[in-house]
């Protein structure tokens, strides 16, 4: 890898993670619910747009898919934060919540991963 594909990967992370915080605050912002719904639509859109990235990587090249995949998506999405939350459920006795977090965010990112990868090898 180039020192300039690294450093794009690099900055499309930052992109990603900055993203992240203003959705997952666009959603949360006034608003009290029962499970992490911005942690929730963050991990979900993310499955699904690294998934159409990852249909189409064909037709992008290795520089465009890790810039978009591994530095952006990768910066957007949040595996280490969904684990946190839904420990703290567990933790607080909301183990119904916690299972459905747990495994209602894998089961859905994994759909969304899905039907991103089918809609980009459409291309």
Request: hydrophobic share 55%; proline share 2%.
């Amino acid at each position: 890898m180039s020192v300039l594909a690294f450093l794009a990967v690099a900055v499309a992370g930052g992109v990603g993670a900055a993203t992240r915080f203003f959705v997952d605050g666009a959603i949360n912002r006034g608003r009290e619910f029962r499970l992490p719904v911005g942690t929730l639509a963050i991990n979900i859109t993310g499955s699904f747009l690294l998934g159409v990235v990852t249909g189409v990587a064909s037709h992008l090249g290795a520089t465009p898919v890790a810039v978009l995949g591994t530095g952006l998506m990768g910066g957007y999405t949040t595996f280490s934060t969904a684990s946190l939350e839904t420990v703290r459920l567990a933790r607080t006795g909301r183990t119904t919540a916690a299972a459905m977090n747990g495994l209602g965010m894998l089961v859905l990112s994994v759909a969304a991963a899905a039907g991103g990868v089918a809609l980009g090898n459409l291309t």
